[in-house]
């Protein structure tokens, strides 16, 4: 009796209060924020004449507007600089710690959190970033907010929200070469459509995902948002368990035998049901890259563009609109077409694994000469251990060159933004139209098949190199 | 803080017949560096907008004269992506107060039902009903009774219900705000920490 999900034990065990007919007052465990969705939330604050109630349950990064070259000089672009000053200001008056620009442990948000142990399992998690969904990896509750949250979180460590349905996404079987957890969530996204997990929260599940790394669970978790989900969970294991333990947190604080029985439990119920049940096989995915303006238009490489046949009228129209913004028509073939630039980073593929992933297939090969490459690590974890393990010198080799972390060409608010009309095979996560630059065409893919096509200058299947 | 409350609106509608419009659409990255919630209708949908010399783009329906009104009418998945509250405050300072569509994205609901803006679903096929009329006619009104929670379309005799939280409508209806609901609360919460054995 009484079989639970994975995200009903954890959301139960934070709700404080349920309103008649209302939301839940919920308990956040870890408030993450930045510089860009942070300032009205602290003049909220400030006009009522409040302080922050929990001060230390709240960590701050300077990561979605900072250049990622010659960080140690001032912000170039004035409103930016602005942004990162302010944060800095708040966080100093409230108390909060701050891991700043030039900061041994700056980065993204969503990369330093779970590197340095601040995400652990069980928690709940919020952040004004919609990416937040990432911490899921760790068998988190973890979903982004909207400022006028931050400013509830701040004030008072919770915040009112509606219990979101369950559905459960289990992949079968073992992963083929070449394909990666992108590839996956990639997939699965296509499946579902940009909006098919709306009102949902999703449990991964199933012996291709937890055969995966942190790094390539975070990956899959992260792009939850993009198919409409509040979040993404994964229940944590031996591999969460022994990746926590070498964290920076751990190695500092001795909790950590107590804590992991604490974590023992923090899996579904046999008996538990779920709103919605989806099952995939691995085998089945292909390596991935998006072609139109939504992270739900994307086919396995070697496909063509889905034809309009079966389309209503009014589909036709908004599949064409998107079509003709990336210069594609349908039935087109994506394997050989030019590209521009390529981007390896942002929170969905800035981690250490990813940058063992492309250098893996640029060592001993060069960059094409009609590609421009933005190499950007997730943090300065991750810039320290490329450079560590000798990836560096393999990048170097091939031509490439590494900039400092950030959030960078992923949504192009600092001036790392690709030019209207290029073609960007990326590793981030969205491909809206202007995401990454107005007019930029951006194609989603893999760091395998980014650095395939890095090498080639023609999007590559990295299964034929 | 008390915000401006919404209960009965009569209006004519903006027609926006497109299909998953994203946070970027709405409001695109670039214009985010700023520290205030105000000023950003300017740069509503401006890249749909205006050039990029500034030039409003003929096609684009806010530029079209012959549409106007406080009722955004959208395509499926309105407010999908990113989850910057600075979409709805530039929505909301364009001066729209209601968007309607087949379903939103759950953060952009959130945060439009946190800053007034009334996020209103009706059944698909109801929502094309309403885009082709006011494409067709854009001086068909629309009145709204959130109390009520209704929508009426007067030249059609046409009317709906339409689901809203009651909590979220109380707060629509008397300018709530979830914060100041929260802070009232702090004590419970205080006492909440202390049963699960302090802060983690």
């Given at each position: 009796m009484n079989q639970k999900t994975l995200f009903d034990k954890i959301w139960d065990a934070h709700r404080v209060h349920s309103i008649d007919d209302g939301p839940d007052v919920l308990y956040i465990d870890r408030h993450y924020i930045h510089e860009v969705t942070s300032p009205q939330a602290f003049r909220g604050l400030e006009e009522r004449g409040i302080t922050v109630f929990r001060p230390s349950l709240t960590l701050a990064t300077a990561d979605h507007n900072t250049p990622t070259i010659d960080q140690h000089l001032p912000i170039k672009e004035e409103l930016s600089r602005i942004q990162v000053d302010k944060l800095?200001?708040?966080?100093?008056?409230?108390?909060?710690?701050?891991?700043?620009?030039?900061?041994?442990?700056?980065?993204?948000?969503?990369?330093?959190?779970?590197?340095?142990?601040?995400?652990?399992?069980?928690?709940?998690?919020?952040?004004?970033?919609?990416?937040?969904?990432?911490?899921?990896?760790?068998?988190?509750?973890?979903?982004?907010?909207?400022?006028?949250?931050?400013?509830?979180?701040?004030?008072?460590?919770?915040?009112?929200?509606?219990?979101?349905?369950?559905m459960r996404i289990t992949v079968d079987g073992a992963l083929g070469k070449a394909v990666t957890s992108k590839d996956i969530i990639m997939h699965i996204i296509a499946l579902l459509s940009t909006g098919g997990a709306t009102g949902y929260f999703v449990e991964y599940s199933g012996p291709a995902i937890m055969a995966l790394s942190m790094e390539s669970r975070m990956t899959i978790c992260n792009m939850s948002i993009e198919m409409g989900a509040r979040g993404g969970l994964i229940a944590p294991d031996e591999t969460t368990f022994s990746y926590l333990k070498n964290?920076?947190?751990?190695?500092?604080?001795?909790?950590?035998?107590?804590?992991?029985?604490?974590?023992?439990?923090?899996?579904?119920?046999?008996?538990?049901?779920?709103?919605?049940?989806?099952?995939?096989?691995?085998?089945?995915?292909?390596?991935?890259?998006?072609?139109?303006?939504?992270?739900?238009?994307?086919?396995?490489?070697?496909?063509?563009?889905?034809?309009t046949e079966g389309m209503n009228n009014h589909d036709e129209e908004n599949y064409v609109k998107a079509l003709s913004y990336m210069g594609f028509r349908p039935g087109m073939k994506l394997e050989g077409h030019p590209v521009d630039y390529v981007f390896l980073g942002s929170c969905t593929n800035g981690r250490i694994e990813d940058f063992r992933a492309f250098a893996s297939v640029v060592k001993g090969r060069k960059k094409a000469d009609n590609v421009t490459a933005l190499l950007v690590p997730g943090s300065k974890l991750v810039e320290e251990q490329v450079k560590k393990e000798g990836l560096l010198r393999i990048l170097h080799d091939a031509g490439f060159e590494l900039r400092q972390p950030g959030c960078s060409s992923c949504l192009a608010m600092n001036e790392d933004k690709i030019p209207a009309g290029r073609y960007a095979v990326s590793t981030s996560n969205r491909n809206f139209e202007g995401r990454q630059g107005p007019g930029a065409r951006t194609l989603l893919a893999s760091p395998l098949t980014a650095a395939a096509s890095a090498v080639t200058g023609r999007i590559t299947d990295p299964r034929t190199l | 803080m008390a915000k401006e409350k919404l209960n009965l609106l009569e209006s004519t509608c903006v027609p926006l017949p497109v299909e998953n419009v994203d946070t970027d659409q709405i409001i695109p990255a670039r214009f985010l560096s700023s520290t205030s919630r105000e000023g950003f209708g300017d740069n509503l949908f401006r890249d749909w907008r205006f050039d990029h010399e500034g030039r409003p783009l003929e096609g684009f329906i806010l530029n079209n004269k012959k549409y106007s009104g406080k009722i955004l009418v959208a395509g499926k998945n309105f407010g999908c992506g990113s989850s910057r509250e600075h979409a709805v405050w530039a929505v909301y300072d364009y001066g729209f107060r209601v968007v309607i569509s087949s379903f939103f994205a759950d953060i952009f609901r959130n945060n439009a039902l946190n800053n007034g803006l009334l996020p209103l679903i009706l059944p698909e096929h109801e929502v094309q009903n309403l885009m082709t009329l006011v494409t067709a006619a854009p001086e068909t009104t629309v009145k709204i009774n959130v109390m009520e929670r209704k929508i009426e379309i007067p030249s059609s005799g046409k009317s709906f219900t339409f689901e809203i939280n009651p909590y979220k409508q109380e707060c629509l209806i008397y300018g709530l705000d979830d914060i100041d609901y929260l802070i009232n609360m702090r004590g419970r919460i205080s006492d909440f920490e202390k049963k699960r054995g302090g802060l983690r």
């Open positions: 800095k200001e708040n966080c100093s008056r409230h108390g909060i710690e701050l891991f700043g620009l030039g900061h041994n442990n700056n980065g993204i948000v969503h990369v330093i959190g779970p590197e340095l142990g601040y995400t652990r399992p069980g928690m709940t998690i919020v952040c004004g970033d919609s990416h937040t969904s990432t911490h899921g990896a760790f068998g988190t509750v973890a979903f982004g907010i909207g400022t006028s949250e931050v400013e509830m979180v701040l004030a008072t460590q919770c915040i009112l929200q509606t219990r979101p349905k369950t964290t920076k947190y751990y190695s500092v604080n001795s909790e950590f035998e107590n804590d992991l029985k604490k974590w023992k439990d923090l899996i579904t119920d046999s008996g538990a049901s779920f709103d919605k049940e989806i099952t995939i096989s691995a085998e089945s995915v292909r390596p991935m890259i998006s072609y139109g303006t939504n992270p739900g238009m994307a086919v396995a490489i070697e496909s063509s563009i889905p034809e | -």
